[in-house]
């Protein structure tokens, strides 16, 4: 399977350059490249045969050994460890919230029986209102 969205580091492989060299042809806007979300710019591989001319026709095309397969996996090994403790924080953060939310409904059932209590009172007659209805039957 072939790659088409490369690293700089692949890049620069490929195209026979330093790191540095990738880096500056981005930031002078020579070859474009997108941001994942981690940060690390990512290049397309025919954006950088456009900018490089890795691939004339009377050039073999470039082949990625099995070196460059090895840290390939490397670098998702890392991806997907990096994903895996973004996740471990959402979980922790849900936790919490979903503790907290179990101490708001505590609160509010007691606040709930509280606030019944209360009506019930209300809705006795006092002492004395009472002993004067019952005193004449009404």
Same mark, same amino acid.
């Given at each position: +399977?072939?790659?088409?969205? @490369?690293?700089?580091? !692949? ?6 350059? &330093?790191?540095?060299? %990738? ?7 020579? +070859? ?10 990512? *290049?397309?591989?025919? !954006? ?5 001319? *890795?691939?004339? =026709?009377?050039?073999? =095309?470039?082949? %990625? ?9 490397? *670098? ?10 973004? +996740?471990?924080?959402? @979980? ?5 919230? *979903?503790?907290?939310?179990? !101490?708001?409904?505590? &609160?509010?059932?007691?606040?709930? %029986? ?8 209300? &809705?006795? =007659? ?11 039957? @009404?």
């Amino acid at each position: +399977m072939s790659k088409t969205v @490369l690293s700089v580091e !692949e890049a620069a492989r490929l195209a026979g350059k &330093s790191t540095k060299t %990738i880096y500056r042809w981005i930031s002078t806007g020579r +070859m474009s490249a997108n941001t994942d979300k981690n940060g690390h710019k990512k *290049i397309n591989l025919a !954006e950088l045969t456009r900018v490089a001319d *890795i691939n004339t =026709p009377h050039e073999t =095309p470039v082949r %990625i050994s099995q070196s460059n397969t090895e840290t390939d996996n490397i *670098i998702n090994v890392k991806e997907l460890e990096a994903k895996l403790q973004a +996740m471990e924080r959402l @979980l922790k953060e849900k936790d919490l919230r *979903i503790g907290e939310l179990k !101490e708001d409904k505590t &609160s509010l059932q007691d606040e709930k %029986i509280r606030l019944t209590h209360l009506l019930e009172d209300k &809705s006795k =007659p006092s002492g004395l209102i009472s002993g004067i209805f019952s005193k004449y039957g @009404l």
